[in-house]
């Protein structure tokens, strides 16, 4: 009886330490990076948008598989849960550089939508969302 005694208790704690261990993965994955749906619109139609924080600053970037929309000056925007649309850096800079992430302003408390904007036209490129709206800062 000892021995199925110390299997039935080795097992438990193995148990235990997997469950703690599979805990500890979706904490950090919660912690981590947040990647969105696909863009869907107009002239953007690749690519997504990861959300990362480094440090202590919300940064958001672009997939290596966005491509840039042939517009005159598209613009990074993002929308919050109350519908506030925020107007940010352009997404082209001097020569043929992009800027393909940026950091969110401490005025930007969540983001529900991220869009394409462009200024001179004055229209949305394409737009994409996140499973869920998220909470910076």
Same mark, same amino acid.
């Given at each position: 009886m000892v021995p199925t005694t110390?299997?039935?208790a080795a097992l438990?704690?193995?148990s235990i330490a997997l469950a703690a261990l599979l805990g500890f993965a979706s904490?950090? @994955? *919660? @912690?981590?990076? /947040?990647?969105?749906r696909t863009f869907a619109g107009a002239k953007v139609n690749a690519g997504t948008?990861? /959300?990362v924080k480094e440090g202590g600053k919300d940064v958001l970037k672009l997939s290596s598989d966005f491509k840039v929309p042939d517009t005159p000056d598209p613009h990074w925007q993002v929308v919050d849960s109350k519908g506030r649309v925020f107007l940010l850096q352009r997404l082209g800079i001097k020569g043929d550089k992009v800027n393909t992430q940026i950091t969110l302003p401490d005025y930007v408390t969540d983001? *529900?939508?991220? @869009?394409?904007?462009? *200024?001179?036209?004055?229209?949305?490129?394409?737009?994409t969302m996140f499973d869920k709206v998220l909470s910076t800062n």
């Open positions: 110390r299997r039935t438990g704690i193995g904490f950090a @994955q *919660a @912690q981590g990076s /947040h990647t969105s948008v990861t /959300h983001v *529900a939508k991220v @869009q394409i904007y462009c *200024a001179w036209a004055e229209v949305v490129l394409g737009e």
